[in-house]
């Protein structure tokens, strides 16, 4: 049954969804849409950062505090993953780079495998004050999980905006994703401004990681659950747009939300993937992308 | 008799022999899929340790027909197109003698057209209906239900007694959860429940607070959903965030999950009030299941799989028993003389007799509606009081009322 009422809920809530599904898709914004990395294992790695952020709860950590905190870890796990791959498949050409996409398959297999075996196959949660509570406003109810995904999805989002292009070494990311032989005459080193941005990418995608366990149960498998999703809200955004990120992901959250109110909850997935190739057939460079 | 005669056939006769001998020495192999990752993973590992169990205290009696068994279980990961192919190869390449069904509805149901086709025994395990439209007359499920009406009935016959008029349904868009949907729509409309809400919700949804928003708007007096175990705890979630309103008297009825034993310690205290269907709860004596339980807490431990396994792990173990009860008395591995036996006989377990009916169904079902009260927040062992789980159906089993609103049973 139709009423303005549940149309508006169905908006707020799609903005918060939405925001939580460009937290998630931020690190990816990064690592593919700027650096052309075909980074398939990045719902895994958020998944990982989800489990770290799990097994520091279980240390008294609050779940946002372990999310930064597990953020240098990352960082560096994020270098040293490039570095592996820049060694064995980008430097070696675009076919290795095809072959590239295999490594990244089987990070995700192995990270996978690897929460089963140290996890085991059951749900993890975290308890935190703002899980399992709501935020009464207007009359309506917000769970304050997705307020907190959405707070830090726009916290990531400006401070990734102003980082790219407000520092030497954020223009420098964004000059290597333009043009990197350019960037090579001028005397840097793309290599080492790639593997930055992905240690950054990386960095990032334990805070999503955190997220992940903060809006709902996590379980090792979680990450297929993500692949279509994040893919989606970086190519719909333009690849490397921060604000198209967050813009695209609060498309994909209201669309959803209003299709879920409306029309049924059977019609949500068609929607993600409805919506990209609309955007695809009119803008083959995304909504943001130039 | 010349030499030359009487050598070639002592060799023949020592062959025979030996070749009798190895026969009698090779194992009964025994062969299924299971879910040990993937959203059933914590429930498909718990109940194959019950089944390792059976087969090492079968193995330790003498094995089956004086031959060890021989268990091969892989994992399915809970994705359907992976057991036909599971199967074949237990089958074509493994050679297994007998076969036990993967736990689930989900990822049986791609086997069944190929168990037919081959004209084989295959035991249940706790899929929901697969067999309804197949027909195998080969299958005998170790679940406590046969139709959809045994299922729904006890809860929502429960939220009847409580003056109930209407009803929202929420269902998860995959087999197991359509089938039940499905029955307890037509019993719904039996019992002249008005459906207020009615929502089938992909595998895929991240957060149902949407959904549970719409129900609340819809103002049912009872709440039927039927959903996986990732579903139902993102479900509780967000009845306890958003609330459902409080013309609900009754929630729950086919939440998978909660009965599992992480998922219950997680939720905790948000479990109360709801009513959900469970095969066994502490308190319903079946004779042996107590002792089963304590071997399983240890083994569990070492396994780090479900501490408490009431779910799963002893209708597994059944299996067991059915396929040693059956194999023994008739002294055959042949699958029609098996399952003949199966059909005809009171089969008797660590959670009660069972007799099937013609659908290879259990003839009595014994599906539990309980309530939740008194959960309290991190405690496992709680879940070992048969007050934390209320009875209210079926009346053999029942050790309570129920309370309502779900609002007030949630003491909220």
């Given at each position: 049954?139709?009423?303005?009422?549940?149309?508006?809920?169905?908006?707020?809530?799609?903005?918060?969804?939405?925001?939580?599904?460009a937290?998630?898709s931020i690190?990816?914004s990064?690592?593919?849409?700027?650096?052309?990395?075909?980074?398939?294992?990045?719902?895994?790695?958020?998944?990982?950062?989800?489990?770290?952020?799990?097994?520091?709860?279980?240390?008294?950590?609050?779940?946002?505090?372990?999310?930064?905190?597990?953020?240098?870890?990352?960082?560096?796990?994020?270098?040293?993953?490039?570095?592996?791959?820049?060694?064995?498949?980008?430097?070696?050409?675009?076919?290795?780079?095809?072959?590239?996409?295999?490594?990244?398959?089987?990070?995700?297999?192995?990270?996978?495998?690897?929460?089963?075996?140290?996890?085991?196959?059951?749900?993890?949660?975290?308890?935190?004050?703002?899980?399992?509570?709501?935020?009464?406003?207007?009359?309506?109810?917000?769970?304050?999980?997705?307020?907190?995904?959405?707070?830090?999805?726009?916290?990531?989002?400006?401070?990734?905006?102003?980082?790219?292009?407000?520092?030497?070494?954020?223009?420098?990311?964004?000059?290597?994703?333009?043009?990197?032989?350019?960037?090579?005459?001028?005397?840097?080193?793309?290599?080492?401004?790639?593997?930055?941005?992905?240690?950054?990418?990386?960095?990032?995608?334990?805070?999503?990681?955190?997220?992940?366990?903060?809006?709902?149960?996590?379980?090792?498998?979680?990450?297929?659950?993500?692949?279509?999703?994040?893919?989606?809200v970086v190519?719909?955004a333009?690849?490397?747009s921060m604000?198209g990120t967050l813009?695209a992901g609060?498309?994909?959250?209201?669309?959803?939300?209003?299709?879920?109110?409306?029309?049924?909850?059977?019609?949500?997935?068609?929607?993600?993937?409805?919506?990209?190739?609309?955007?695809?057939?009119?803008?083959?460079?995304?909504?943001?992308?130039? | 008799?010349?030499?030359?005669?009487?050598?070639?056939?002592?060799?023949?006769?020592?062959?025979?022999?030996?070749?009798?001998?190895?026969?009698?020495?090779?194992?009964?192999?025994?062969?299924?899929?299971?879910?040990?990752?993937?959203?059933?993973?914590?429930?498909?590992?718990?109940?194959?340790?019950?089944?390792?169990?059976?087969?090492?205290?079968?193995?330790?009696?003498?094995?089956?027909?004086?031959?060890?068994?021989?268990?091969?279980?892989?994992?399915?990961?809970?994705?359907?197109?992976?057991?036909?192919?599971?199967?074949?190869?237990?089958?074509?390449?493994?050679?297994?003698?007998?076969?036990?069904?993967?736990?689930?509805?989900?990822?049986?149901?791609?086997?069944?057209?190929?168990?037919?086709?081959?004209?084989?025994?295959?035991?249940?395990?706790?899929?929901?209906?697969?067999?309804?439209?197949?027909?195998?007359?080969?299958?005998?499920?170790?679940?406590?239900?046969?139709?959809?009406?045994?299922?729904?009935?006890?809860?929502?016959?429960?939220?009847?007694?409580?003056?109930?008029?209407?009803?929202?349904?929420?269902?998860?868009?995959?087999?197991?959860?359509?089938?039940?949907?499905?029955?307890?729509?037509?019993?719904?409309?039996?019992?002249?429940?008005?459906?207020?809400?009615?929502?089938?919700?992909?595998?895929?949804?991240?957060?149902?607070?949407?959904?549970?928003?719409?129900?609340?708007?819809?103002?049912?007096?009872?709440?039927?959903?039927?959903?996986?175990?990732?579903?139902?705890?993102?479900?509780?979630?967000?009845?306890?965030?958003?609330?459902?309103?409080?013309?609900?008297?009754?929630?729950?009825?086919?939440?998978?999950?909660?009965?599992?034993?992480?998922?219950?310690?997680?939720?905790?205290?948000?479990?109360?009030?709801?009513?959900?269907?469970?095969?066994?709860?502490?308190?319903?004596?079946?004779?042996?299941?107590?002792?089963?339980?304590?071997?399983?807490?240890?083994?569990?431990?070492?396994?780090?799989?479900?501490?408490?396994?009431?779910?799963?792990?002893?209708?597994?173990?059944?299996?067991?028993?059915?396929?040693?009860?059956?194999?023994?008395?008739?002294?055959?591995?042949?699958?029609?003389?098996?399952?003949?036996?199966?059909?005809?006989?009171?089969?008797?377990?660590?959670?009660?007799?069972?007799?099937?009916?013609?659908?290879?169904?259990?003839?009595?079902?014994?599906?539990?509606?309980?309530?939740?009260?008194?959960?309290?927040?991190?405690?496992?062992?709680?879940?070992?009081?048969?007050?934390?789980?209320?009875?209210?159906?079926?009346?053999?089993?029942?050790?309570?009322?129920?309370?309502?609103?779900?609002?007030?049973?949630?003491?909220?």
């Amino acid at each position: 049954m139709f009423s303005f009422e549940l149309l508006l809920e169905a908006i707020l809530f799609g903005v918060l969804l939405g925001c939580f599904y460009a937290a998630v898709s931020i690190g990816l914004s990064v690592s593919f849409g700027l650096l052309d990395v075909p980074h398939v294992a990045h719902p895994a790695i958020m998944v990982f950062g989800a489990y770290c952020t799990y097994l520091l709860g279980t240390y008294g950590f609050d779940p946002i505090v372990a999310g930064i905190v597990l953020m240098p870890v990352f960082f560096l796990l994020g270098v040293g993953v490039y570095r592996f791959y820049y060694e064995s498949f980008e430097k070696r050409g675009t076919e290795a780079g095809v072959r590239g996409l295999a490594f990244f398959f089987g990070i995700a297999f192995i990270i996978e495998v690897g929460l089963i075996l140290v996890f085991g196959v059951d749900q993890r949660m975290v308890q935190a004050p703002y899980i399992g509570t709501s935020l009464s406003l207007f009359g309506y109810r917000i769970p304050y999980r997705l307020v907190v995904a959405f707070g830090v999805a726009l916290v990531l989002t400006a401070a990734l905006t102003v980082y790219f292009s407000k520092t030497f070494l954020g223009r420098a990311i964004k000059a290597v994703a333009q043009d990197e032989p350019a960037l090579r005459l001028m005397g840097a080193n793309p290599v080492r401004i790639k593997q930055w941005a992905f240690g950054i990418a990386t960095g990032v995608s334990a805070l999503a990681g955190a997220m992940l366990i903060i809006v709902g149960p996590v379980e090792p498998a979680l990450d297929r659950l993500y692949i279509g999703r994040t893919f989606c809200v970086v190519v719909l955004a333009g690849l490397g747009s921060m604000t198209g990120t967050l813009a695209a992901g609060l498309i994909l959250g209201i669309a959803e939300s209003i299709v879920l109110t409306l029309f049924g909850a059977s019609w949500a997935p068609a929607v993600a993937f409805g919506l990209l190739l609309i955007v695809l057939g009119i803008r083959p460079q995304g909504l943001f992308g130039r | 008799m010349k030499l030359h005669r009487v050598i070639p056939t002592a060799l023949a006769a020592a062959a025979l022999l030996f070749s009798g001998v190895a026969a009698a020495q090779q194992p009964v192999k025994i062969g299924m899929s299971m879910p040990q990752t993937g959203s059933l993973g914590a429930g498909g590992k718990a109940a194959l340790l019950a089944l390792q169990m059976w087969v090492e205290d079968v193995n330790a009696k003498g094995g089956l027909l004086g031959r060890k068994v021989e268990f091969i279980a892989y994992d399915d990961q809970t994705n359907p197109a992976l057991t036909p192919g599971i199967y074949t190869k237990l089958l074509d390449v493994d050679k297994v003698d007998l076969l036990i069904a993967p736990y689930g509805t989900v990822p049986t149901a791609p086997i069944m057209p190929l168990v037919k086709q081959r004209d084989l025994l295959l035991m249940g395990n706790f899929s929901f209906q697969v067999n309804r439209t197949v027909q195998h007359d080969k299958w005998f499920n170790n679940a406590p239900w046969n139709n959809a009406e045994s299922w729904s009935a006890g809860f929502i016959g429960t939220g009847q007694k409580l003056g109930a008029k209407s009803i929202a349904f929420l269902a998860a868009d995959q087999e197991f959860a359509q089938n039940l949907a499905n029955g307890a729509r037509e019993l719904a409309k039996k019992a002249g429940l008005q459906t207020v809400y009615n929502q089938n919700y992909p595998p895929t949804t991240v957060d149902f607070s949407t959904m549970i928003r719409a129900i609340r708007a819809a103002k049912p007096d009872i709440v039927f959903v039927m959903s996986y175990p990732n579903d139902s705890v993102a479900i509780v979630r967000a009845v306890n965030e958003i609330g459902v309103g409080d013309s609900v008297k009754l929630f729950g009825g086919g939440m998978v999950g909660l009965q599992f034993t992480p998922i219950m310690e997680s939720l905790g205290s948000s479990l109360n009030g709801i009513v959900n269907y469970n095969s066994w709860v502490p308190g319903i004596q079946y004779p042996g299941i107590e002792e089963f339980l304590k071997r399983y807490a240890k083994r569990a431990a070492e396994a780090k799989v479900d501490p408490l396994g009431f779910y799963l792990p002893p209708f597994n173990y059944a299996i067991g028993q059915m396929i040693e009860q059956a194999v023994t008395a008739t002294k055959s591995l042949d699958h029609k003389v098996l399952a003949d036996y199966i059909r005809k006989n009171e089969m008797k377990t660590i959670v009660g007799p069972i007799r099937y009916g013609p659908d290879g169904e259990w003839a009595n079902p014994r599906v539990v509606q309980a309530q939740f009260r008194g959960v309290v927040d991190k405690n496992v062992e709680q879940f070992r009081d048969p007050k934390k789980f209320v009875v209210l159906y079926p009346d053999t089993f029942k050790t309570g009322d129920v309370i309502a609103p779900f609002e007030k049973a949630r003491g909220k």
